[in-house]
């Protein structure tokens, strides 16, 4: 540190704050001041000049802290100002930053971090983000996808990343493995970056024919190829001035990569079977749950695009490694089913949540958000328990390919009738299914109907209603 102190200034409406705060960088040497608001510190800023580093909160009554960074910044840009809140949601970190501010602190924080963070910025040893901090406004969000949601450390530090990565138009590689939310990072970088009101255009590279893929990206004119009626524009142009997401980058056939890295090198193009060049501004984001590094050792992906699309890397880490954020993300997805479908939200039981924690989430948040659609239409009680949980369950695992026994049959016959058009299917099952469960009971029950009943937890009246008076076994 220099031979004179630096000076800090610490705005807080929260006394203890911005007490523990101010204390901690007293005792690491430096000259602190504190205030309870905005007006405070900009008229002390009007009376003495700025700090040499201020940290400042955000909802405080008066002008919020986002107030002040605009106001700071416009008379002292260059004070780096580090902005604190327990709001640490990607528009919050994004619009702090969008602000000027040079780094998000989340609440609560470590001190012995907020200390070194001082240090780091006073010395001017933080990464060289100043430029990306300060660059462009931004008109409002105009997107209205899900945000994503996580207060883990891991997820806090990635939409403070997010926050940051949205104002540069860098490329990213986003990787983690499949449904850790890849795609919602592409569209959260898109939305709060200055190109938040051009398109977001999104293609999975492993979704479409490899022969097809070429045109899909760049376009064709009428006439290119067999089957070529019309001039197709690709997605590249679609998504001229905004964002294209190209998901499982890794299945990009190799002639395709060559192609794609010319295209982002040069930034122009000609569709297929086309004359006229074709410019475009586009913010290429890529994402893949496959390990690339392989991929270019094994000569399936070239090195020089893996280093074009690999400028700023994103990791999302897998569900397992994050479950507290669990029961916060089934809240949301409840919440999200329960408005679809008109009627309260259910809630979990303790031991239905305590199942979700233990369980390992191998299809990660994808796999949580479709449990809970089908728990939301499926659990008979506002409250999920765990039986209910575990029936799920089964009926995921069987939908997803893994199940033996009856769930992997009926997820046949399901699949079956759904591609046949059917009609009525649900119905069906329902009435095969009870019949059954009814004849077996009444079968093992030597055919009396009020030991039937009690096994299967029905009234015996119930159980004559649903019998009726002539009706046939099935089994
Ligand atoms: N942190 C999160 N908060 C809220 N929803 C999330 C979150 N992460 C993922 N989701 C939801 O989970 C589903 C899967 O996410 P997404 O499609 O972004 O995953 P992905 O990693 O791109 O998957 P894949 O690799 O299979 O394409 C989406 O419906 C998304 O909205």
């Not at 009554?61 to 100002?81: C, E, F, H, N, S």
């Not at 940051?164 to 986003?174: E, I, K, N, T």
């Not at 280093?307 to 897998?318: A, G, K, S, T």
């Amino acid at each position: 540190m220099s031979a004179r102190p630096s000076t800090v200034w610490v705005v807080d409406d929260d006394r203890s704050v911005r007490f523990v705060l101010a204390t901690a960088l007293r005792e690491a040497g430096y000259r602190v001041d504190e205030f309870g608001g905005s007006a405070d510190a900009l008229a002390a800023m009007a009376e003495r000049g700025a700090p040499d580093l201020l940290f400042t909160d955000v909802r405080m009554p008066g002008d919020g802290g986002l107030v002040l960074l605009d106001k700071l910044k416009a008379q002292a840009p260059q004070l780096p100002v580090v902005v604190m809140s327990a709001y640490t949601d990607v528009a919050s970190t994004a619009g702090a930053f969008r602000g000027g501010a040079h780094e998000f602190l989340s609440k609560p924080f470590d001190l012995d971090d907020a200390v070194a963070l001082a240090a780091r910025v006073l010395e001017g040893t933080t990464t060289g983000d100043e430029d990306v901090a300060t660059a462009a406004s931004v008109s409002a969000d105009v997107d209205t996808a899900p945000t994503l949601v996580g207060s883990t450390v891991a997820m806090r530090t990635l939409f403070r990343a997010i926050g940051r990565l949205a104002q540069a138009p860098l490329s990213v590689l986003v990787t983690g493995e499949t449904g850790t939310g890849k795609e919602l990072v592409a569209r959260a970088l898109h939305r709060e970056s200055p190109r938040a009101g051009k398109p977001f255009v999104a293609l999975n590279t492993a979704a479409i024919p490899s022969e097809l893929l070429e045109s899909e990206l760049f376009g064709h004119e009428a006439g290119a190829f067999t089957g070529a009626s019309k001039r197709h524009i690709g997605r590249f142009e679609q998504a001229d001035g905004g964002t294209l997401f190209l998901d499982e980058i890794g299945d990009m056939p190799l002639p395709l990569q060559t192609r794609l890295l010319r295209v982002l090198a040069e930034g122009e193009f000609f569709r297929v079977g086309g004359r006229e060049l074709i410019r475009v501004d586009v913010r290429v984001i890529a994402a893949t749950h496959q390990h690339l590094e392989l991929l270019v050792a094994d000569g399936r992906f070239r090195a020089d695009l893996l280093h074009r699309l690999d400028v700023v890397r994103l990791r999302l880490p897998p569900l397992r490694e994050r479950v507290e954020d669990v029961p916060q993300l089934a809240e949301r997805f409840l919440a999200a089913a329960a408005a679809r479908f008109d009627a309260p939200p259910k809630r979990f039981a303790r031991t239905a949540l305590e199942r979700l924690l233990a369980h390992t989430w191998p299809g990660n948040v994808r796999e949580l958000e479709n449990l809970c659609w089908r728990l939301a239409a499926l659990a008979p009680a506002d409250t999920v328990t765990a039986a209910d949980l575990d029936a799920a369950m089964a009926t995921g695992t069987a939908v997803q390919g893994g199940a033996t026994g009856w769930e992997a049959a009926l997820a046949t016959w399901t699949r079956a009738e759904l591609d046949a058009g059917a009609p009525g299917i649900l119905e069906r099952a329902r009435e095969t299914l009870e019949g059954v469960l009814l004849d077996v009971a009444m079968e093992r029950s030597g055919g009396r109907r009020s030991e039937a009943a009690a096994r299967l937890g029905l009234g015996r009246n119930t159980l004559s209603r649903k019998l009726g008076p002539g009706r046939t076994p099935r089994t």
